[in-house]
């Protein structure tokens, strides 16, 4: 089948990617001429491992092309994937003005049936806007259909997530539409043998943000748990295993640390938040998902400051700018909280990340970074960790020791084994345990 996939970020181009692999013809479209210039020429605007040779593969066998015409993809296809930005607005809800704007293009182009999908990450009846933008600005005799079809993928191993999903959902209002995105779906359906949930739009619209702000709800609930078990002299390590061996609670996202981040989980708790709330619904527990969260942070920033007294000329080699391992993406990582308030306190920072330097780089340009883990500890008063990248786990502790200024480690990802790291020397900071 044809498809258009407009929004061409970590969705849209993973997304038309694995359907261009799995037979389908694909255009993918972004308004970023300079995004559109760099995959035209064979190179990647964003991380995620496998993308790039799955991308040239499909490039050179003709079934994946580039656009920077939103003309040109509305004429491509009868279905178009709308996978922009949905960042957060001002008070906190949805910035939906990218999704309303490729609803009006594709409605002043279209000149036959068109199904709109939503893949970006929108609130509850986001559907019923965009079907009222589409009608208002399309021609009358012009029959068209909108439907949600949520995405679930993680970053850092979304191809495996596309191919092998947990379940496959989406809402739609005509047969038409429910068939067309079957079709689209069926080799992977097929394959992986995951279920093809379809529900009225409402309904997968809902499934999206309740799922994700389920997850962040996790992670602030082991993270609670983890300030108690510091308090009492438990260990959040242990305790987390003994609650996830339970089947009904499940051993992930029970890792304590420095709270969520990332293009996700913090918009999408606080969209859910604010359209609970616009519906007549004060969603307290996400309030305070939210403000545990954010207390994490602060709380592992305190472990800093009591460690260094003084802040001001002490050298802090932070590892870790992703907001996870496996990923380029720096949009709400801790790292974006933790060096700002160390440069304002007037530490020296020393930064590493395998990959999200460049894009960390685009916010801070003049810092110092280091492509060498031992060189960025190199006359350190403190390493701060702050993503659970596989190198940092394997990172030689004794060349680390013996590089820092003080062997002080605030390890905000529980990576090490406390009585291991003071038995090597280190004054051992982590999260939940004594
Ligand atoms: N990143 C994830 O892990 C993930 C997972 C599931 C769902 N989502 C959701 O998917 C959506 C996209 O997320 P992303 O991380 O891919 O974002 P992104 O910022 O990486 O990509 C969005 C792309 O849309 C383009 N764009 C914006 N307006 C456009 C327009 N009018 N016409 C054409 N292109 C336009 C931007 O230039 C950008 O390249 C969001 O709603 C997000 O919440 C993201």
Not at 314 to 326: M, S, Y
Request: with cysteine.
């Amino acid at each position: 089948m044809k498809i258009t996939i407009v929004g061409t970020g970590y969705v849209g181009l993973v997304t038309g990617t694995c359907f261009a692999e799995i037979g389908h013809d694909v255009l993918c479209v972004d308004n970023d001429e300079r995004k559109i210039k760099v995959l035209k020429s064979g190179q990647m605007p964003i991380y995620e491992p496998g993308l790039e040779e799955m991308v040239h593969r499909n490039v050179a066998s003709g079934r994946l092309k580039f656009s920077g015409s939103i003309e040109e993809g509305t004429a491509f296809a009868e279905v178009i994937f709308i996978a922009v930005g949905t960042p957060p607005g001002y008070k906190g809800q949805a910035n939906l003005s990218y999704v309303e704007q490729v609803g009006r293009k594709v409605a002043e182009h279209m000149t036959g049936y068109r199904l709109l999908v939503e893949k970006s990450t929108v609130p509850v009846n986001t559907a019923e806007q965009l079907k009222r933008t589409v009608a208002k600005y399309s021609r009358s005799d012009i029959d068209f259909d909108v439907a949600s079809n949520p995405e679930f993928l993680r970053e850092g191993c979304a191809i495996d997530d596309a191919f092998k999903p947990d379940r496959i959902v989406v809402g739609v209002e005509s047969e038409r539409a429910g068939k067309l995105l079957q079709a689209i779906y069926d080799p992977i359906v097929k394959k992986s043998g995951c279920e093809f949930l379809q529900m009225n739009i409402a309904s997968a619209e809902l499934t999206k943000h309740a799922s994700n702000s389920f997850l962040a709800m996790k992670i602030s609930y082991i993270n609670a748990v983890s300030r108690v078990c510091e308090l009492a002299g438990a260990d959040i390590e242990q305790v987390a295993h003994g609650m996830g061996l339970d089947k009904r609670i499940g051993p992930r996202f029970l890792d304590a640390g420095v709270g969520y981040g990332g293009s996700c989980f913090p918009k999408d708790v606080d969209a859910f938040v604010h359209i609970a709330d616009h519906l007549g619904y004060d969603f307290e527990l996400l309030k305070e998902v939210q403000r545990i969260n954010h207390s994490q942070r602060e709380h592992v920033m305190k472990k800093i400051q009591h460690e260094l007294w003084v802040i001001q000329d002490k050298t802090v080699a932070v590892l870790g700018l992703a907001f996870k391992p496996e990923t380029d993406d720096v949009r709400e990582a801790p790292s974006l909280y933790f060096i700002p308030q160390l440069l304002e306190a007037r530490a020296r920072v020393k930064l590493w990340d395998p990959v999200a330097q460049e894009k960390f780089k685009e916010l801070h340009p003049t810092l110092d970074y280091y492509s060498d883990i031992v060189e960025c500890a190199k006359d350190a008063d403190l390493l701060l960790i702050l993503t659970d990248w596989p190198q940092v786990k394997g990172m030689d502790l004794v060349k680390i020791k013996g590089a820092m200024r003080c062997p002080v480690i605030v390890d905000g990802r529980n990576l090490f084994d406390p009585e291991d790291m003071k038995n090597r020397g280190f004054t051992y900071h982590c999260v939940g345990r004594a």
